[in-house]
């Protein structure tokens, strides 16, 4: 399918987050570091939680028994709570620490599992479909939606549901870009914006809206601090500073969130 305006306008958008050269050269670690540990902390938050509309989306379309696909897993926090009714989980994601610790949680609830280790859609081509494909938090990672979600679909036999920020997931940290290293920061793309593509793409797509707050209280502290650190490029002599915003954040504001979901067509 060829790019139209609104995919045009979504991968320009995501363009500008990228970090600066001189700021990456100088960058303890990665920025694309990702705690595993921290993940499965958020799956289990995710298991005592009230249904939020994404999992409820996923519920309504759901058969007993049936198989849940989730792509970019982490934890398992949009795959695991679908158990039951779902009676197995096929976990897609392109880190072997991730997929690790989906495994180790499925295996503690005895549920049934599997995993893929792979970029999407690349690995599409070895994945089965499944009754049900969720994807929590990975959009604002994926600079060519249309092939992407087009995999999705084609995953599908009833039904696709993702979650996403409103904005960009590291939006809030701007006030820290400019304080840490004197950096704008974007504020485009949103999720209407994804919506948009999807709408574009011929897809007949629900949007709801719901809040929750920017950070779970129940995170390692440690381990957000060392997330933000490395993705902010900068050493531990920084931490105080990470540390005093996440005290501001936690306490802000709640967070706006969307569940975006249509028709599969496997």
């Known amino acids: 399918m060829a790019e139209g305006r609104a995919a045009e306008r979504w991968r320009l958008a995501l363009g500008e987050w990228g970090i600066p050269q001189d700021i990456l050269d100088k960058a303890p670690r990665s920025p694309w570091h990702y705690p595993p540990k921290l993940f499965a902390q958020r799956a289990e938050q995710a298991l005592e939680e009230e249904a939020r509309p994404s999992r409820q989306k996923a519920l309504e379309a759901l058969p007993a028994g049936g198989t849940v696909l989730?792509?970019?897993?982490?934890?398992g926090a949009a795959s695991l709570p679908l158990v039951p009714p779902a009676g197995l989980v096929i976990g897609v994601d392109s880190g072997a620490g991730m997929l690790e610790v989906f495994a180790e949680a499925a295996e503690?609830?005895?549920?049934?599992?599997?995993?893929?280790?792979?970029?999407?859609?690349?690995?599409?081509?070895?994945?089965?479909?499944?009754d049900v494909v969720v994807c929590n938090h990975v959009f604002y990672n994926v600079a060519d939606l249309v092939p992407f979600a087009t995999a999705l679909t084609d995953h599908a036999r009833h039904r696709v549901v993702v979650e996403l920020s409103g904005d960009h997931p590291t939006s809030n940290l701007n006030p820290l870009w400019r304080a840490l290293h004197g950096l704008e920061r974007p504020?485009?793309?949103?999720?209407?914006?994804?919506?948009?593509?999807?709408?574009?793409?011929?897809?007949?797509?629900?949007?709801?809206?719901?809040?929750?707050?920017?950070?779970?209280?129940?995170?390692?502290r440690a381990e957000l601090v060392a997330m933000l650190r490395c993705r902010l490029c900068v050493g531990p002599e920084r931490d105080a500073e990470i540390e005093s915003f996440l005290d501001t954040v936690i306490e802000a504001p709640m967070r706006r969130l969307v569940t975006l979901w249509w028709d599969g067509s496997a």
């Open 70 to 75: 989730d792509v970019g897993v982490g934890g």
């Open 108 to 130: 503690r609830r005895g549920v049934a599992h599997e995993e893929v280790e792979g970029d999407w859609p690349a690995v599409a081509g070895v994945v089965p479909p499944a």
């Open 187 to 220: 504020t485009a793309p949103l999720a209407e914006d994804a919506a948009a593509v999807l709408t574009e793409m011929g897809l007949d797509v629900g949007f709801e809206e719901f809040e929750r707050p920017w950070h779970g209280r129940d995170d390692d």
